[in-house]
């Protein structure tokens, strides 16, 4: 077929070649498919592989491969349709694609040799490709928590006197963590609805092993200091501190499991009076002096009052705590709203961040400071996502180092359907 002919003669042209009925299933599959000839040259793309390429039809019928505005140059791709064409033979693989909007898409393409050329199934994979590399950053966090679990289990037996009675105690919690954490492991990989419920029942299990340890610990620490020598002591001391962090990381992995299970419950907010109490709440007399500290008028908001309490808190703290380094603290919250949708900022000049490192501040327990200079888990940021996301709304962040940050985020309008 020559690109000079019309659309109408092609699309004659292609139903000659093609069986009526094969077309009519292809065209209500739920997969992309593509049809080339012997020269690569499309001869069928259904409204599925349309969507996934973000092309049209008549975009492309009649077209070579390399004409094509799929933006898919790949010498790969290229290689494998020939391969399919030349040797006749079958063949499966996964590729990246850019796309016209240039986004990136993954896609698992089936080929296979028919009489009019080939034939090309695509799946589109990009999703399941973000949640496996959601599950495997989780599985590789909890195995961090249990390397510390068991790095504090190991201290604490060094100055426990009855180490016997100890280390049996110790065993049998772990054993206990050990065995749910294996089933809940599994239920993981079978499937991806149950990755809330997996951090929350972890979390809950951590929980009892920690217990334990801050109990042995808190005794040891008031009644047989004086029988410890300078190493018992710091060895001690890394046992509290240790215990202090993990229930920190801890609540904040229940925070982030009950964002994605608990129903929202939308009403009308007031943004403002919000604002205002959960300042009160967490400014500390000492420092509230050199806080200057501002709320300008914010459009009313639509959300679950206790989640984006739940934003705000964690907004606010991290302002007052990476403010604190400076002399004279200024923070700044305003608002503003347009047909769609409310947009809320909080200005302050902390110590900022490195602006090209902002595509890790929401990722869970990333940290773009050292835990030296300011305690935290790295949860904080990633809270406020989760919960923005559930309410359809959108956030960001914006800072320069010593200069200070910038944190946005947006809700929906109450729709009328809601009203």
């Known amino acids: 077929m020559k690109s000079e002919l019309t ?13 009526k009925k094969i077309l009519s299933i292809f065209d209500n599959m739920l997969v992309g498919v593509q049809i080339f000839d012997e020269n690569l040259t499309f001869l069928y793309i259904n409204e599925v592989a349309e969507q996934q390429y973000q092309v049209l039809n008549s975009e492309l019928i009649s077209k070579s491969y390399k004409e094509s505005c799929l933006g898919i140059e790949n010498p790969q791709v290229y290689k494998n349709f020939r391969q399919c064409l030349d040797e006749q033979i079958s063949t499966q ?14 896609f698992n393409l089936s080929i296979q040799p028919i009489k009019e050329g080939i034939l090309i199934l695509s799946v589109e994979i990009t999703t399941h490709l973000k949640q496996e590399e959601q599950h495997l950053a989780l599985q590789a966090e909890l195995k961090n928590l249990l390397d510390q679990a ?30 749910r ?28 092993p920690l217990r334990a340890i801050d109990g042995y610990s808190r005794i040891l620490e008031q009644d047989y200091t004086h029988m410890l020598d ?88 991290n302002a007052i705590k990476y403010s604190l380094p400076k002399e004279h603290i200024v923070i700044e919250i305003f608002g503003t709203s347009d047909s769609e949708k409310c947009t809320y900022s909080i200005k302050d000049n902390g110590v900022g961040f490195n602006p090209d490192y902002k595509e890790k501040l929401f990722g869970l327990f990333q940290r773009l400071h050292k835990a030296s200079d300011f305690e935290g888990t790295g949860a904080g940021l990633a809270i406020v ?33 809601d009203k």
Not at 94 to 104: M, N, R, T, V
Not at 193 to 208: G, K, M
Not at 386 to 412: C, M, Q, Y
Request: charged share 30%; net charge negative; no cysteine.
């Open 181 to 208: 954490v294996h089933q809940r492991t599994a239920q993981l990989k079978a499937t991806n609805e149950e990755l809330e419920s997996f951090a929350y029942s972890i979390s809950h299990d951590l929980r009892a």
């Open 385 to 417: 996502h989760r919960i923005v996301t559930r309410h359809n709304g959108k956030v960001w962040g914006n800072g320069e180092v010593d200069v200070g940050a910038e944190f946005s985020f947006t809700l929906p309008k109450k729709s009328e359907t």
């Open 7 to 19: 659309t109408g003669k092609n699309n004659r042209d292609r139903e000659n070649l093609l069986d």
């Open 230 to 317: 300078v190493e018992g002591v710091r060895l001690l001391n890394i046992v509290r501190s240790s215990t202090k962090g993990l229930d920190r990381l801890i609540t904040d992995l229940l925070s982030l499991s009950r964002v994605g299970r608990s129903d929202l419950k939308l009403e009308t907010l007031d943004m403002k009076s919000m604002v205002d109490s959960i300042y009160q709440d967490l400014i500390k007399t000492e420092t509230q002096e050199k806080i200057y500290f501002t709320v300008h008028e914010l459009p009313s908001g639509y959300g679950d009052s206790t989640l984006i309490n739940l934003v705000w808190k964690n907004l606010i703290s």
């Open 150 to 179: 068991e790095q504090s289990r190991q201290a604490l037996l060094t100055i426990v006197e009855d180490q016997k009675l100890a280390l049996e105690e110790i065993k049998l919690l772990n054993k206990t963590l050990d065995d």
């Open 93 to 106: 693989f996964e590729i990246e694609f850019k796309l016209p909007d240039g986004s990136i898409g993954w």
